[in-house]
């Protein structure tokens, strides 16, 4: 007997795969069919029906385009004043440096980004380049494992590049923010 219902159950199983097997091979057909005959009237240049606007809907369009006639497509600000700017982002090349008590053993990998605070800011750094490289090797490289090992330390370092490059450029808040894009220890 139980072989039976055992056997009843595995036909009842196969028959619901039986009908998900052609319910999908039909939707597949009907797909391509679709596809078929509306790219065939598309390539032929014959019409689709295509919905017609109510004219409620023409009345709407109507309020619609009245209303947009009174907003005005210019600007009010006049054309000579600058767009604000986002920020100035400015990539300082990769530093290796040997890490400090470190016996030449530890080193730090770092490519430092300075977000600067205008154009002025950004052109003196461009011409002052290598003295602010020469003065993050410096940075970096008075470090401990221990100074990087931590997030507080890190930002230290940040606040102590961005003091240093405002000397450099000897100009007041010139670096907005610093950011570490590459920060490797080994």
Do not use: C, W
């Not at 039976?4 to 009908?19: L, P, R, S, T």
């Not at 040997?98 to 080193?107: K, V, W």
């Amino acid at each position: 007997m139980r072989k039976k219902d055992a056997f009843q159950k595995k036909k009842v199983h196969m028959n619901i795969g039986g009908i998900r097997g052609k319910v999908i091979v039909f939707a597949t057909n009907m797909f391509f069919m679709a596809g078929m005959y509306f790219g065939a009237n598309i390539s032929t240049g014959a019409e689709i029906p295509v919905n017609v606007i109510t004219e409620e809907l023409q009345g709407r369009i109507g309020e619609i385009t009245k209303y947009s006639d009174e907003i005005p497509l210019k600007s009010d600000k006049d054309p000579k004043e600058p767009l604000p700017q986002g920020p100035i982002i400015v990539t300082i090349d990769t530093i290796v440096v040997n890490l400090s008590g470190s016996n030449l053993r530890r080193y730090l990998k770092a490519k430092v980004i300075l977000e600067v605070r205008n154009e002025e800011a950004r052109g003196k750094l461009e011409t002052r380049t290598i003295q602010v490289k020469d003065r993050l090797i410096s940075i970096l490289s008075s470090k401990t494992i221990d100074d990087i090992d931590s997030v507080e330390g890190r930002e230290y370092i940040k606040r102590e590049i961005k003091d240093s490059v405002d000397v450099i450029l000897n100009m007041e808040k010139a670096v907005l923010q610093v950011y570490f894009e590459d920060f490797v220890v080994q």
